[in-house]
């Protein structure tokens, strides 16, 4: 409205409410940490840098209570992701020292606080001479009037200033969409898709209308058979796909410091039926782990009556107090990262409501962020203070609030919703779950020749419905186990718009793209964003036409990973070697074993793929590897 006002007026008095252009060699919309990371690769490679953030604080999700890093295999993913975990150490290191309890309780820097990850990003955004300005306050509505097109390229986009309410159009050789969203490619003309392919379509694991028992994965658990399919599946599984989106929340920063905590206050806007299901759960201790899949009701009932005595439950695995709706990781100086508890029905995420987001407009995204603000703190009221809850665990809940430290502006509560997918563009190459599972036990999955990051996260969902009357689980929720992976350019490229690049809303399924959402993944594709639009600045190409092995050496000299070694790690000297080596397919497997002597199979086959004769002299795999390397 503010917006419309300010358009109107203008005409009236026959002002101009849209600034002149301003032009720059890449412009980044979104300062999440795939924006950022996009912005310090472009700069360090001497191009001038826009970065418009809607908010008046940059970061993402890690600055927004994320501080649990999401990586399952610590070195699949290196590069910028990696100088910034080694900054978030040094922060406490230097702050606190070395045999403090901050610096044990920051797990080398892949566990920070949110104020902690701001100010790292924002030391690495101001660290690039100048070459970055960053503007908040900027928001870039996904509307095609606000893209301006010459050909196949972008020639301009205009954003609104929130503060002045005027339109501000900006040009830029190379654009970059890092929003989690998806905006500005969709408003370019970028197809995408919404919602859960089915199992039909794409023959993934866990993909459509699933139902799962938390804790279950492909190799372990409940066997059980629905549809033909003989899995881990649960019964309502039909693997049909659908519009469904899965659930956001936001990631809260408790404390029980009482010295640094704002107590949870009941809510305006508070409706105890929407939390009233807890009780049950609670007295009989009834949750979604697999552990719960041979009780009896007896069982159930054997915890009500340990309650009411006054003790804790007794279900195997049951989570107790605040751990009933928020899965708590522990962070430095006391705080924690509340996440959704995924054993609950009933916890932070709110399945359903958020179907809207991608595609919707900032005033309904902004209507539901205060939405979901108020059942956030509705359900922690609800478990401190309901006098149905057991009287224990009510005072177990009750040492738990806000931090006073945290998100001084917003009242302890974080600034941003945890839009866990929004828009998913679709790119010249389309990732499934088969790019992250092994071809067979014990190997990698598809090696893609063009990577431009390894990575490595289980496939992962959370739900897409609310509770259901008869179900062990929400509809939805699944882990599945996956191993390092490859990730090749093209999930960031469209097959049309010759200047656009999207590292965030990349190209995938709904499975598929369940594990590249995370925020290292992010980041290194963040990097090789930046570094490919410098690319296209200096070489007048189409994104689509750049010189990947250019780009990937570009992305090794700045200590970026592309495939995952157990044995040789960035900074080692032969690691370059050995990623180009390893695409080329001539180190299959996941140590380079580069001390040990070639046998004779592998011998020919360093002779078979290379079209080279090796002379007798060579005799480790490592300078057989580095004879080939220098002739190719």
């Known amino acids: 409205m503010k917006r419309v006002l300010c358009i109107l007026f203008c005409l009236v008095l026959g002002l101009n409410c849209i600034r002149a252009a301003e032009r720059y060699d890449v412009v980044v919309v979104g300062a999440t940490p795939g924006g950022i990371c996009a912005s310090v690769a472009a700069a360090r490679q001497g191009m001038s840098v826009l970065l418009l953030e809607r908010s008046h604080h940059v970061g993402g999700l890690p600055a927004n209570g994320l501080g649990a890093t999401d990586i399952t295999t610590r070195g699949a993913t290196a590069g910028l992701f990696l100088e ?46 100048g070459r970055i300005k960053v503007l908040y306050g900027r928001q870039f509505d996904s509307d095609p009037a606000n893209v301006v097109t010459k050909g196949f390229d972008i020639a301009s986009i205009r954003v609104l200033d929130r503060e002045s309410g005027r339109l501000e159009t900006y040009e830029a050789a190379v654009f970059i969409d890092a929003t989690y969203e998806g905006d500005l490619a969709a408003a370019a003309g970028v197809p995408y898709r919404l919602g859960r392919e089915s199992r039909a379509e794409l023959g993934e694991p866990c993909s459509g209308r699933i139902y799962r028992h938390w804790g279950v994965q492909f190799n372990k658990g409940e066997k059980s058979c629905y549809n033909g399919y003989e899995g881990y599946e649960s019964e309502g599984t039909t693997y049909q796909g659908d519009n469904a989106v899965q659930a956001y929340n936001y990631r809260l920063c408790l404390t029980t410091d009482k010295s640094a905590m704002i107590p949870i206050a009941k809510p305006a806007r508070y409706d105890r039926e929407e939390y009233a299901s807890l009780v049950e759960d609670v007295w009989t201790g009834r949750n979604t782990g697999i552990e719960t899949a041979g009780l009896t009701d007896a069982d159930y009932e054997a915890n009500r009556a340990a309650l009411k005595a006054g003790g804790r439950s007794i279900i195997p695995g049951d989570p107790w107090g605040m751990a009933k709706v928020t899965n708590m990781v522990k962070l430095p100086n006391g705080k924690t990262d509340a996440n959704n508890q995924h054993m609950a029905f009933i916890s932070t995420d709110l399945p359903e409501e958020n179907w809207p987001w991608p595609t919707a407009s900032w005033e309904w995204r902004d209507r539901f962020a205060e ?3 108020d059942y956030t703190l509705g359900l922690l009221w609800f478990v401190q203070n309901d006098k149905d809850l057991p009287r224990q665990f009510r005072e177990e809940c009750r040492r738990w609030g806000l931090s006073s430290t945290e998100y001084t502006d917003n009242g302890g509560f974080p600034r941003q919703v945890y839009v866990r997918e929004g828009r998913r563009m679709e790119g010249t190459y ?109 070489s007048g190409l189409p994104v ?89």
């Open 84 to 129: 910034f975990v080694q900054r978030n150490r040094q922060y406490y290191l230097e702050k606190y020292g070395p045999g403090s309890q901050q610096l044990a309780d920051c797990s080398d820097g892949y566990h920070f606080e949110p104020s902690v990850a701001e100010k790292t990003f924002l030391d690495m955004l101001g660290e690039q001479g």
């Open 371 to 373: 939405r979901l603000k």
């Open 430 to 538: 389309f990732f499934t779950a088969h790019d992250a599972i092994a071809v067979s036990e014990g190997q990698r999955p598809p090696i893609h020749r063009e990577s431009i990051s390894s990575s490595h996260y289980a496939l992962d969902s959370h739900a897409c419905h609310k509770r259901e009357a008869g179900r062990v689980h929400l509809d939805g929720f699944f882990g599945y186990e996956s191993v390092p992976y490859t990730i090749p350019f093209g999930v960031m490229v469209p097959k049309a718009v010759g200047n656009l690049l999207f590292p965030v809303p990349v190209s995938g399924s709904h499975v598929g793209f369940s594990t590249m959402r995370m925020e290292p993944c992010w980041m290194a594709l963040g990097q090789a964003a930046g570094t490919a639009a410098a690319q296209a600045v200096r």
């Open 544 to 632: 689509q036409k750049l010189s990947i092995g250019q780009l990937q050496d570009e992305l090794l000299a700045a200590g970026a990973s592309l495939i995952y070694f157990k044995d040789v790690a960035p900074g080692s000297p032969d690691f370059t070697m050995v990623q180009k080596m390893a695409l080329a397919g001539y180190i299959p497997g996941w140590e380079a074993r580069l001390q040990d002597k070639a046998s004779r199979s592998e011998l020919e086959s360093f002779r078979r793929l290379s079209g080279i004769d090796i002379p007798g002299e060579r005799v480790t795999r490592k300078d057989i590897l580095r004879y080939i390397y220098e002739r190719l």
